[in-house]
C-alpha cells in the first residue's frame, strides 16, 4: 500500500505571488526615483565681436566682466573719412531734392519736359542711394554687441589697428545651457518640455530646468546620448562653468 504524498500547503502560491508582487512594487520606485547625472552649466550663446573692415581703434567702451545689451556700441574705430563722406553727400542729396522740387513747378506751367524731369528725379533718387551706402559704411566703424551678456574678454585696445578681427567675446547668460550625457538605456525616456531639478555645485543651491534638446543619435563609442536643459538665470546670478547634477526622476510640467 502506497503512503500518501501530502497536499501543497495552500500558502505557498500566496507568498510566491506576493513575493513577485513586492519585486515589481520595488521596481516601480527604483523606476520613480530615477538616476542622477552629472552634467556641466554653460552659456546659452557665446560670440566673438569684431569688425568686417580694417581701421584703428579709437575707443573702447566695454572690457572685461561689463553687463551689455544688444545693440549697444562697445568700440569705435577712427571714421573722421567716412563721417565727410556721409556729410558731403548729405549736401548733394538736400540740392538735388529742392532742385527737383523747382524743376516739378516748372514742369506744371510747362516749361520743361516729362522727360527733363524724369531725369532730374532720377539723379535725386540715386544720391539718395549713395548717402545710405556712406551712412551703411560709417556704422561699420561702429562695433555693437549683438546679444545682451556679460564681456568674457577683450582682445583689443585703444590705438590698436584691427584687420577684421575679433575684439570682444561675449557670452549670455539668461538662460543658460545645462549640459549631460545619459545612458543609452535611458534612450526615449527623456522628452523635450519635462522639468527636472538640477543641483548646483557652487552658487544657486537646487534649481529646476526644462529640457530644450535631445540627442536622436547614442554614441556608440560610449554608449550614451546628450541631453540639454535650459536653466533660466534672470538675475544672472548663477555663473556658468560650474558643475552640477540631474535628477532624472518624476518630471516636472
Avoid: W
Avoid at 548733394?92 to 506744371?108: I, P, Q
Avoid at 549631460?180 to 534612450?187: D, G, N, S, W, Y
Avoid at 543619435?217 to 556658468?240: K, Y
Amino acid at each position: 500500500m502506497q503512503a500518501e504524498r501530502p497536499l501543497p500547503s495552500p500558502t505557498l502560491p500566496r507568498r510566491a505571488a506576493g513575493l513577485c508582487l513586492g519585486l515589481l512594487l520595488a521596481g516601480s520606485a527604483a523606476a520613480q526615483a530615477g538616476f542622477d547625472t552629472i552634467c556641466l552649466v554653460e552659456p546659452s550663446l557665446e560670440v566673438n565681436v569684431g569688425t568686417p573692415v580694417d581701421g584703428v581703434l579709437e575707443a573702447v567702451h566695454a572690457d572685461r566682466g561689463d553687463t551689455v545689451q544688444a545693440g549697444q556700441v562697445l568700440a569705435r574705430l577712427f571714421s573722421g573719412v567716412e563721417q565727410a563722406a556721409v556729410e558731403l553727400q548729405g549736401a548733394k542729396a538736400e540740392f538735388g531734392a529742392r532742385k527737383r522740387d523747382r524743376n516739378e513747378e516748372l514742369h506744371r506751367k510747362q516749361l520743361i519736359s516729362q522727360h527733363e524731369l524724369d531725369e532730374l528725379s532720377t539723379e535725386q533718387r540715386m544720391a539718395e542711394l549713395e548717402l545710405k551706402e556712406r551712412q551703411e559704411q560709417l556704422k561699420l566703424r561702429a562695433v555693437s554687441s549683438p546679444i545682451n551678456g556679460v564681456v568674457v574678454d577683450r582682445f583689443r585696445h585703444r590705438g590698436d589697428l584691427v584687420k577684421q578681427e575679433r575684439i570682444f567675446r561675449i557670452a549670455q547668460l539668461d538662460p543658460l545651457h545645462v549640459e549631460t550625457v545619459v545612458p543609452a538605456a535611458r534612450f526615449g525616456r527623456i522628452a523635450v518640455g519635462q522639468v527636472y531639478e538640477v543641483q548646483l555645485q557652487l552658487a544657486g543651491g537646487r534649481q529646476r530646468a526644462r529640457v530644450s534638446q535631445v540627442d536622436r543619435v547614442i554614441d556608440a563609442a560610449s554608449g550614451t546620448f546628450r541631453v540639454r536643459l535650459q536653466l533660466a538665470n534672470p538675475q544672472q546670478s548663477i555663473p556658468p562653468g560650474q558643475r552640477c547634477q540631474v535628477n532624472f526622476g518624476a518630471a516636472r510640467g
